[in-house]
């Protein structure tokens, strides 16, 4: 009887121990749960491979410069992969799932002082600055054919037009023979460090249709005039425009310009 009286009651968490002079109480035996704790910032796994491979004809110029170097092949990749999108970008561009749209590239490298970023860009744009200083001194010879042409045209033009005081319709014939003034040489520029939207597009107007905004020091550009706080987002939001192909219509007071060149090849270089 006692026995089943025992079972009905039930059982504390608490316990007395009868073989001390006085029944203390004991407190409830219990397990401390193990706590896993979770860092406030986590560390940042490896990032996988560069997939040299998949460069294709380009692998063997990227491993000369990372040879050549001894900096890492994703800075060497970069530095080829950039010069190689400024040579081509105005020949072709890409089919994708949303239509053609520009091959250039928007790049952008973090590394520390001496992983020899800015060498590795001398020696992948060595050909691009050849050819641009090439450019620079046909144009001074362009230049000045094109201001003696463009004298010549005036002097024509102002003559036939006083000849219209006399004859309006013989002058008429003669201007229209005469036809549009002589163009200036494009402009030498193929590479810009620090340029603004404004400078861009009067550049791929006047200039050959690519450009490259290519610099070792990304805080040039980032802490230049068109990244300031009045022109970031303007230059943000046309930077975007660029990337996607949509032409470039501009309607400012005396002049308007609509034109679809490529996209602006962009690297930037930056230290942590």
Same mark, same amino acid.
């Given at each position: ?16 121990d009868h073989d ?100 590795c860009d001398t020696?992948? %744009? ?58 200036? +040489?494009?402009? +030498? ?27 070792? #020091? ?8 068109? %990244? ?7 230059? %943000? ?21 609509? %034109?679809?060149?490529?996209?602006? #090849? ?7």
């Amino acid at each position: 009887m006692t026995e089943q009286i025992a079972d009905a009651v039930p059982q504390s968490d608490y316990h007395f121990d009868h073989d001390s002079e006085y029944a203390e109480i004991q407190q409830p035996r219990c397990s401390t749960p193990t706590v896993q704790t979770t860092p406030l910032v986590r560390e940042e796994p490896l990032g996988e491979a560069f997939p040299v491979a998949a460069l294709g004809p380009l692998k063997k110029a990227v491993k000369s410069i990372q040879e050549i170097t001894q900096a890492p092949i994703e800075i060497a990749a970069q530095s080829v992969l950039a010069t190689t999108c400024l040579a081509t970008q105005a020949h072709c561009n890409v089919q994708t799932l949303g239509g053609e749209k520009p091959i250039s590239l928007f790049l952008i490298t973090v590394a520390g002082s001496g992983e020899r970023k800015s060498t590795c860009d001398t020696l992948a %744009m060595k050909p691009i600055l050849e050819f641009e200083k090439s450019l620079a001194a046909e144009h001074h010879t362009d230049r000045l054919k094109f201001d003696n042409e463009l004298a010549i045209y005036e002097a024509t033009k102002t003559s036939l037009v006083k000849e219209a005081k006399k004859d309006k319709d013989g002058a008429r014939v003669d201007l229209h023979e005469l036809g549009p003034p002589p163009q200036p +040489p494009l402009l +030498p520029q193929l590479v810009a460090p620090e340029p603004t939207l404004e400078g861009i597009t009067k550049n791929l107007r006047d200039s050959r249709p690519s450009l490259g905004v290519f610099s070792d #020091e990304a805080g040039q550009f980032l802490g230049g005039y068109a %990244m300031n706080q009045e022109n970031r987002l303007k230059t %943000m939001a046309g930077f975007s425009k660029f990337w996607d192909g949509t032409p470039i219509n501009h309607t400012r007071p005396h002049q308007a310009l609509n %034109m679809r060149p490529p996209a602006p #090849e962009t690297l930037l270089r930056n230290g942590p």
